[in-house]
């Protein structure tokens, strides 16, 4: 599946794919420092690696949240991290007239959770023709997601990831069922497990988003013992200042460890797999 995705660089290594970066773009500095950090680490690894930000963010708690830098000003960097790093980008969209500007900027449109059943959206995004990676909503099931991936393929554009982000267990927390993953993949689709944002925990009386961060490594081994193609996370220099989803974010000192330990456990499960 993964070769049908020719920018995500295929390695003998056998290695899963990462989509991983800041929340949102904050500013050029940060947003370089956490490219250039892991490119360095997932090339050292044969990690195919494709740089994640938002350059808006659209779905906020409280209406004084950070929401972005300005949409071109944002897309314009990276844009400049995609050339100058020769790496490729996902970033968020959130309406079906934002698809065409963003494609212009990045290789991947993500249609975030809460979105993924609206069909404008989707169908806007399959026209771009680049890869649209679907969030799985935290309402729907794993099944349900073939239904949101065909209207992309029926607008003309084969070309679909499905990310699970973990489903809604009450109102202030996340779980995550792992039989997902395999359902998903038996539509023929690579799929990819958002890790820090199925360590979410929404609906805080603040109005700010809490998180599990001490969770990921937990869940990030779980997904490639099950099998998963790729796996998305957030990382941040310094997350505790960070101007977006801070509570559930990895800090960036500890990606190498934690990668490290992920390719070995992916080492493991295609060794047992080709007995």
Known sequence: MIAELPFIKNTDSGNFFLLAGPCVVEGEEMLY???ETIKRITDK????FVFKASYRKANRSRIDSFTGIGDREALELLARVRADLQVPVV?????????AMAAE????LQIPAFLCRQTDLLEAAAKTGKVVNI???QFLSPEAMKFAAQ??????NPRVLLTDRGTMFGYGDLIIDYRGIPTMQAFGYPVVLDITHSLQQ????SGVTGGRPDLIETVAKAGIAVGVDGIFLETHPNPAVAKSDGANMLKLDYLEDLLTKLV???QTVNTFAKK
Do not use: F
Not at 45 to 48: A, H, T, V, Y
Not at 91 to 99: L, V
Not at 202 to 205: A, G
């Open 202 to 205: 929404p609906n805080q009386t």
């Open 91 to 99: 970033t968020d969209i959130h309406s079906a007239d934002e698809a």
């Open 151 to 156: 209207k992309v393929v029926d607008s003309g």
């Open 105 to 108: 900027y990045v290789d991947i």
């Open 135 to 137: 969030k799985k909503g």
């Open 33 to 35: 420092q956490t490219a």
């Open 45 to 48: 690894l044969q990690i195919p």
């Open 264 to 266: 070995a456990i992916r």
